[in-house]
Structure formats: C-alpha cells, structure tokens
C-alpha cells in the first residue's frame, strides 16, 4: 500500500495542475460584473406640487389650493375634467383639491348630487372652497334639496379657519337668518372680518349694512369708504354704490359728474344696472350733456345683456323717438320683451298708463299679444279688458 502513495499523490498533483491550466485558458473566474449600487426608491409624490391633467382641466382660479392657472366654469369642458379628474381622485383619494374639481365637473354636467358628493368630501379633506361650495348649493337649492342648518355649518367649519368667502357667506346667514338666528350684529362682524381678509364684496355687505343701519349705526360716510374700497378693488358692486352716493350726495358731497365716472366703472366691469343709471343720466343731463343717442347706446347694451331694464328703456326710446327713429312696433315689440322677462315697469306703464303711450305703438301692443294667442279682440288701441287680461297672462299674473 506504501508503494502507491506516491503515485496517487502525484496523480492528484497532476490533476490539481491540469485543472488550473483548463481554468486559466476557459477564464472560468465567476463573472463580477460592474458596481451596482443598492435599489433606492424615488421619493414619494406631493400631489401639491404636481400640476396633473385634472388641474389643467378644471383647477378654478378662486381656489387657493390650487397648481396652476385654473379654468373659469365658462371654459371648462366638463367631460374631459370628469375623466382627468375621476382618475386623479383615484390616484390621489386623500387631496382635497382632486375632490373638488371632480366636483366642478360633475355640477356643469348636470349631476348636482354627484358634485355636493364631491364638494363634501373636499370640504372634509380641508378645501375651503369645497366647503363654501357645498353651502351654496345647500343654501340656494340649486339641483339638491334646500337645507340651511347644513349650510350654516359647513360655512362655520371653514370660517373657523379664517376663509373670507365662507366668512361672507356665514355673515349672509346671519343677516338672513338662514340655518342660524337673524344677528345682524353678527352678520357685521363677520362681513368685517372677511373684508379686512381682502374680500371686496364682503367690504360691499358691510357698506350696506351701514347705508342702511342694520347691525350697526347708521353711517353713510362708513359705507362710502366701504364701497369706495370694494371699488379700488374691482369690484362693480362698489363702484356702482359709490356712484349713487355722489349722486345723492350721501355721505360724500354730491357730484353729479363723479357719479357718472363710477356708474361707466361699473358698467365697464358688468354692471347691468349701472348701464341703465348712464342711460337716464344721458338722457336726463345729470353729471353729462343730454345725449339721446348715447343714452339708447346703453340700453341697447343693457338689453343685450338680458337687462328687462334696458329692454323697457327701449321701449321708450322708440316710442319718443329718442336716439332713434320713432317706430311704434319697435316700441311694442321691446315692451312686451320686458314683460315677459317680470319688468315691473312694463306692467305698471300698460296696465296703469296705457294712454300715455302713443296710438300706433298701443295698437301694434294688441297685435304682438294676438299674435302670441294671447288676444282676439280689435286692434284698436283701447285698454279693454281682453287687452288688460292679455297683458296680465303674459306677465303671469
């Protein structure tokens, strides 16, 4: 046994050999590849900081919580926003922000359950807008079931939070008595607190409240400063009050002329009824030259812009041949718009002064309402009482 040792030993030291040569030419080292770092994961997303395409869609420029520019309701494409923001809900279920626009889409769409469904949740996820949103649609009854106590509340949550849209809207409530007892006093402070927020229109409340003595002593010179300051801030509201002021001289000296500077403010900002006050005040010479063709200008603007108002001052133009050719039909056809749109003056000019208004334009009045099936007497320009029972129906008294 002794004999062979050797002989293994040095088959075994030959094979050792053989097999580091084999390895050294197959290169059988096991591959090492290059440094791989350890697996990181991205941090997490902050949906605040993400502008999504639900943003883009139907983000609303009044939403402080918003990325982005926003989409006023007139732009915003409904069913696009619901699908973009439908999945960004999903995605996102605990952004208050998400919750909302779905909200927006949902209520152009018609589907006012869904969008107060939405608005609530956002409200409870912390969106002051939500939370007004939802009160509004509570309050007014628009597509749900009028429920003030629940408006009230919800304003009050976000109010607590110092929101001066909800601070108005509770101050509202307040004056009103809607979903809370009538304070006034109330309503003041909170219209205050809103307005010192940089609310314009809460600015305008609180002037109301001190031109009218309702919560507050009476203070015309306040409610001035009050609109005066809603005014420098946009505001059309303002703008229009504060010229009435000058107009009437309260609580600022009277200015006729200044008057009509703030009544164009307004007008230039949207007021309807503010084209009408430059439409009397054209015709009138208050604070400008009498101007007739101006003065038919602004109600056909009025008119234009659905003012029964401006539709009445039409009339009138027409029938007196006041910046426009006199035409009786042309009087006719506008004063019955008027009506039909609840005018209070057409009512009371027909029903009431119907002899004042010239011959041609009264018969072309019974024409206009046969026509609408309304009368089947003669054409004769008399107030009888088919024409009066006529004119009550399309009034819808």
């Given at each position: ?5 050797p ?45 999504t395409t ?63 469904e939405s ?13 007004f949103?939802?009160a509004?649609?509570?309050r ?14 919800l ?33 003041a ?28 002593a ?9 609109f ?9 509201v303002?703008?229009r ?127 206009m ?29």
């Open positions: 046994m002794r004999r062979f040792r002989a293994a030993s040095g088959l075994l030291a030959l094979c050792l050999v053989l097999t580091a040569g084999v390895a050294g030419a197959v290169n059988l080292t096991p591959p090492h590849g290059r440094h791989v770092p350890p697996l990181r994961l991205p941090p997490p997303v902050d949906p605040a900081t993400l502008v639900c943003d883009s869609a139907a983000a609303s420029p009044d939403d402080g919580q918003r990325t982005g520019p926003g989409v006023s309701t007139e732009s915003l494409d409904a069913n696009l926003a619901l699908a973009q923001c439908g999945d960004a809900v999903r995605l996102y279920p605990t952004t208050a922000r998400f919750h909302y626009q779905l909200g927006r889409a949902r209520q152009k769409l018609g589907d006012y359950t869904g969008a107060l608005y609530r949740r956002a409200a409870e996820l912390g969106s002051p807008i939500g939370a949103s939802a509004v649609m509570l007014d009854g628009n597509g749900v079931v009028r429920d003030d106590d629940a408006a009230a509340r304003l009050a949550a976000c109010a607590d939070k110092g929101d001066p849209a909800c601070l108005n809207a509770l101050g509202y409530q307040y004056q009103q008595g809607l979903g809370v007892g009538r304070d006034p006093a109330r309503a402070a909170l219209y205050r607190q809103a307005a010192d927020g940089g609310l314009a229109s809460a600015a305008v409340n609180l002037g109301f409240l001190y031109r009218d003595g309702e919560g507050v009476r203070d015309y010179a306040e409610a001035a400063r009050l005066r300051l809603a005014a420098d801030k946009g505001d059309a303002g703008s009050n504060l010229a009435l002021f000058y107009r009437d001289g309260l609580g600022v000296p009277k200015d006729e002329a200044l008057a009509v500077t703030y009544f164009q403010q307004a007008a230039d900002r949207g007021d309807e009824d503010a084209l009408i006050k430059l439409a009397f005040a054209y015709i009138s010479g208050s604070g400008v030259g009498r101007d007739a063709a101006k003065s038919f200008s602004y109600y056909q603007q009025a008119a234009g812009r659905g003012s029964s108002d401006g539709m009445a001052g039409l009339a009138y133009a027409y029938a007196n041949g006041l910046g426009v050719a006199a035409d009786g039909k042309m009087a006719a056809f506008w004063m019955l718009r008027a009506l039909a749109a609840g005018n209070e003056y057409s009512f009371d000019q027909l029903a009431n002064h119907w002899n004042a208004w010239n011959l041609d334009m009264r018969v072309a009045t019974q024409a309402l046969r026509d609408r099936g309304l009368y089947g007497g003669e054409l004769n320009g008399t107030l009888n009482r088919e024409t009066l029972a006529a004119i009550r129906r399309l009034a819808g008294r």
